[in-house]
Structures are given as C-alpha cells and as structure tokens.
C-alpha cells in the first residue's frame, strides 16, 4: 500500500510504502514515527486513517482535479472560438474531444482512498467498495471544525477532544 501525507510534525508531504504487516509508519522527510495499531491491515484493508484518528474516509479518481477542470475549460474556449467564427462542425467536434478525453481519463485512471480530516491518500487499498464516495456535509464538517480551531489557536483535534466540546 502506498500512503502519501502531510506530516502533522514537519508540514512537509511524504509518500511512502506501507506493508500490511508494518509496525509503525515513519515520515520520509523529518523521520517522524506513528505506531500503527495491532491488525490496522486487517485483509490489507483500511478502516480509519493512519494519521489521524477518524474513520471517515472517501473514495476518488486519483486524478488532478485542477487537470481535470483545465481540460474542461480549454475545450470550452476553443470550441467557442470556433462558435464566434460561425464553425459549428468544429464546436462540435472539440466539445466531442473534450468529452471523450474526460471519458477516456474516466475508465483509465484508478481510485484511491482519502481521508476527509488530514488528506491523507491510500492507494493499491483492498476494499474500495467498503468505502462510499465524497459527501460533502462530512467535507463541511471537517472544514467548518479546522476553521473554528484555528480562532481558537488550536490544532485540530482528537475524536476525544471532539467528543468532549460537542
């Protein structure tokens, strides 16, 4: 398994392979480690992030998604160039170009498994289908929560901390 994250020690993003027996996992740039619990592999799955405590985790294209919506909009210029020059044909054939690079891209690229609390990716993960697409209220939580702990100047906090502040 291949797990790629921001270091909560060095800021710094690391990306490194991980066997389903390891014992702990260690930052590539600061060699800052995190034991990691007993039968957290459990069938090579993962059930809650290995950063941080949460569970909530969320399956994507690992794709991009800046590549993805610069895609988009070229083909949306172009072929409203040709559109003001009254070339209907071409319009029609770079927004069907667009769209077959999108659907092309679409059943090429693989998925990867995200962590909605630290962005943490988990790719070549078993299971996939265990985990539900992106829900963006559990995206607003998250958001909404780094945001209030940060006006109160502290870092974000533990599922514990969250339980006791409600």
């Excluded at 039968?39 to 950063?51: F, M, N, P, S, T």
């Excluded at 985990?131 to 780094?146: A, P, S, V, W």
Aim: overall charge neutral.
């Amino acid at each position: 398994m291949n797990v790629t994250f921001r270091c909560p020690q060095c800021d710094g993003t690391s990306r490194v392979e991980l066997a389903a027996d390891a014992k702990e996992l260690a930052c590539a740039n600061c060699a800052a480690k995190w034991p990691l619990a007993a039968g957290w592999g459990a069938e090579g799955k993962v059930w809650h992030c290995l950063i941080c405590p949460s569970s909530e985790l969320f399956v994507r294209k690992d794709f991009s998604q800046g590549l993805g919506v610069g895609i988009v909009v070229v083909g949306m210029i172009v072929s409203s160039i040709f559109w003001a020059y009254r070339m209907p044909l071409w319009t029609y054939a770079v927004l069907f170009a667009t769209a077959l690079i999108d659907v092309v891209l679409y059943l090429t690229v693989g998925n990867v498994l995200q962590c909605y609390r630290c962005q943490a990716q988990y790719r070549d993960v078993p299971g996939l289908e265990n985990h539900g697409g992106f829900d963006l209220e559990t995206h607003e939580k998250h958001r909404q929560q780094k945001i209030r702990l940060a006006r109160e100047g502290g870092a974000v906090a533990t599922d514990e901390t969250r339980m006791k502040h409600g």
